[in-house]
């Protein structure tokens, strides 16, 4: 069975930093690849950060450059983000998500729907807020 659990999510000021964590089970995290996503009330869920399943490359949404890195502990099975000038238009639940069959990229900087990665995890929040 496929599992996404998110964890890190907390109350931060402004300009502060904080580490996300995506621990997965139920599939092989080095074949496969994974993205982390964001929803803030009231708006879209859109993409953040994707390591491709296509070169292992890293990528980012434009909001986020410079600011975010992610990255994959294949033996620990889990992908993490750090964020860091965390401003307050990052807060929201976020989201890692994979798919199987498709590139999770192409949700985070394709164009492609987000809901259309099939796996998702229940989320962390994060607060940014002085």
């Known amino acids: 069975q496929v599992k996404l659990v998110e964890s890190g999510g907390a109350l931060v000021q402004p300009g502060g930093s904080l580490r996300l964590s995506c621990r997965a089970s139920?599939?092989?995290?080095?074949?496969?690849?994974i993205g982390w996503f964001r929803q803030a009330p009231g708006k879209e869920r859109e993409g953040v950060s994707c390591?491709?399943?296509?070169?292992?490359?890293?990528k980012y949404a434009d909001s986020v450059k410079g600011r975010f890195t992610m990255s994959r502990d294949n033996d620990q099975r889990t992908v993490y983000l750090e964020m860091s000038n965390l401003k307050p238009e990052d807060a929201a639940t976020y989201y890692c998500?994979?798919?199987?069959?498709?590139?999770?990229?192409?949700?985070?900087?394709?164009?492609?729907?987000?809901?259309?990665?099939?796996?998702w995890g229940r989320g962390t929040l994060v607060t940014v807020s002085s």
């Open positions: 998500a994979t798919d199987f069959e498709t590139d999770p990229c192409n949700a985070v900087v394709g164009g492609v729907s987000v809901y259309a990665v099939d796996y």
């Open positions: 139920g599939f092989d995290l080095h074949y496969f690849g």
């Open positions: 390591i491709s399943s296509r070169d292992g490359s890293t």
